[in-house]
């Protein structure tokens, strides 16, 4: 569940859908000490309630890491209508 108000994902928590999800960060670099290197972020999230509704979303140069891709896939999460 997406529970922990300290994670990445804690702001996609809504009322209407109850949701586990889990991100990640993929950091393209020459080294450590690179600081050029782009990102990718990505998130998958399930419906707890209908285990048929699962969404994965990945996005290629970013900079704000998995939380660009959250922001992204909650507005996917509450504009579905679960009533249909």
Known sequence: MIENPN???SDVRLDQVKLAGKTGT???KLSR???E???TGW???MDTD???LLML???E???MGSAYVVHKVKELFRDYDTSE
């Open 50 to 52: 209908d285990r048929d």
């Open 61 to 63: 140069d970013i900079e």
């Open 43 to 45: 998130f998958v999230a």
């Open 7 to 9: 994670g990445t994902a």
């Open 37 to 39: 290197g782009s990102e």
């Open 33 to 35: 000490e690179d600081d």
């Open 26 to 28: 993929a950091e393209h």
């Open 57 to 59: 979303m990945m996005i």
